[in-house]
């Protein structure tokens, strides 16, 4: 069970973070009916990794065209969603989960607070994030395609958005002795 779950993360060598907020929450629901389709289910990560390894084992040059897709809440977008979130935080982290990150970055983890009291982030952070789109692929390429599929169900940058981008953010594994492993 336990080589499965190692086995069944996002295949990567570069991932696209688009943090959002719900600007309506029925229109969002409408619009994830649609993405639905593109989240990447943990059977289709296990063959990507299965044709990864058989590319591996032939020594192929260059990589398995890929890419992931998945979302993710705050407790706060679930609840401009409607949904009950009552029983998803670990037991006795469900003041964490349900007074957010910027709240426990200041009274948990120490974080360094600005003049209003908040975390001192960047500040596109500071807003608040009801959740992420995460885009994982084999290149920068496959995963921008895939982004700007995702944006365009969601009409991002349009009047008629049904969430407003909060920030973007790209990552990439690190090279050599360190591949595998995220900047």
């Known amino acids: 069970m336990l080589t499965w779950h190692c086995r069944s ?19 969002f629901r409408s619009d994830l009916k649609r993405f639905i389709p593109l989240v990447t289910t943990v059977e289709q990560v296990l063959k990507i990794r ?15 065209p890929c890419v992931g897709v998945n979302v993710s809440f705050s407790h706060f977008g679930l609840s401009k969603l409607g949904v009950d979130d009552s029983t998803l935080a670990p037991k006795g982290a469900e003041d964490v989960f349900t007074l957010g990150q910027k709240v426990d970055a200041v009274t948990n983890l120490g974080d360094p607070k600005n003049s209003d009291g908040l975390p001192d982030w960047e500040e596109p952070f500071l807003k608040d994030i009801d959740g992420v789109f995460i885009i994982a692929g084999d290149s920068h390429l496959s995963t921008e395609k895939k982004k700007i ?9 349009t009047p008629l958005a049904s969430l407003e981008i909060i920030e973007t953010l790209v990552g990439d594994v690190r090279p050599g002795d360190q591949d595998g492993h995220e900047q």
């Open 149 to 157: 599929e995702v944006e365009l169900i969601f009409k991002a940058h």
């Open 50 to 64: 299965d044709e990864i390894d058989e590319h591996k084992r032939k020594k192929l040059p260059g990589l398995v």
């Open 9 to 27: 993360g996002l295949p990567k060598k570069t991932q696209t973070y688009i943090f959002f907020a719900i600007k309506d929450s029925s229109k």
